[in-house]
């Protein structure tokens, strides 16, 4: 079956510790992102990235760090400087056309939700 | 940058009527709108989009219309079932963007 793979599915922080939210994808997807949800408050983008090496900064990236060094693989890292990191957070993907237009739907990981202990 | 805002926030139907959500945007470039659909703990999930170039797109019970002039598209739910009972999000994008907008999300609740 070909999807979006998120893991884990809980995750639990404790004070000044770093912790890696994994996401893949056998898609062969080019485009990948993470959102983060919060109640009331929608999807807002934390990371993007078009291509393996490469990768933006989106509307909410202080606090996150990010790497792309394979396409099927966009891990991020929820560092001790996110002081608020309680949340939904969201992984997806999407077909670039050869343009690079994102203009494609985009394909959503199930998952992973992150608690402060 | 884009700014996407969603209303209403919370609607509640009866079984069988129709339900309405609107989106209006704010960069005149945005030429795709997607909305995708997340039910309860699920993962949200594609249920229609539409580009630029047309000004309404139907499929099955859904249906999305788009007015480029006044920079709003909506999504219309005809007949609804408690089974569309859900959080639906619209979003936007332009082209080489390389990312979208999303709106802050509609909870639908159809009662039956």
């Known amino acids: 079956d070909g999807g979006i793979t998120q893991s884990p599915k809980y995750l639990f922080r404790k004070e000044g510790q770093n912790v890696t939210l994994s996401c893949e994808q056998n898609l062969n997807h080019d485009a990948m992102y993470w959102y983060r949800q919060d109640p009331g408050q929608g999807l807002r983008l934390i990371y993007y990235s078009q291509i393996v090496n490469d990768f933006q900064k989106g509307d909410i990236a202080e606090g996150y760090s990010v790497s792309r060094e394979k396409k099927e693989s966009f891990p991020l890292t929820v560092t001790s400087a996110q002081k608020n990191p309680t949340a939904f957070y969201l992984c997806?993907?999407?077909?670039?056309?050869?343009?690079?237009?994102?203009?494609?739907?985009?394909?959503f990981g199930d998952g992973t939700r992150l608690s402060i202990l | 940058g884009e700014n996407v805002e969603q209303h209403p926030s919370t609607l509640s139907v009866q079984e069988g009527d129709s339900a309405v959500i609107k989106c209006t945007y704010s960069d005149s470039a945005s030429n795709y709108f997607p909305w995708y659909k997340q039910e309860l703990g699920k993962r949200p999930q594609l249920i229609i989009d539409i580009r630029s170039n047309v000004g309404e797109k139907k499929d099955q019970r859904i249906a999305v219309t788009l007015n480029k002039t006044a920079k709003h598209f909506s999504l219309h739910i005809t007949e609804t079932q408690p089974e569309d009972s859900a959080v639906y999000f619209c979003a936007a994008s332009k082209r080489n963007a390389g990312k979208s907008t999303f709106g802050d999300g509609t909870t639908l609740t159809v009662k039956p």
């Open positions: 997806a993907s999407s077909i670039l056309t050869m343009a690079g237009n994102s203009n494609q739907p985009q394909h």
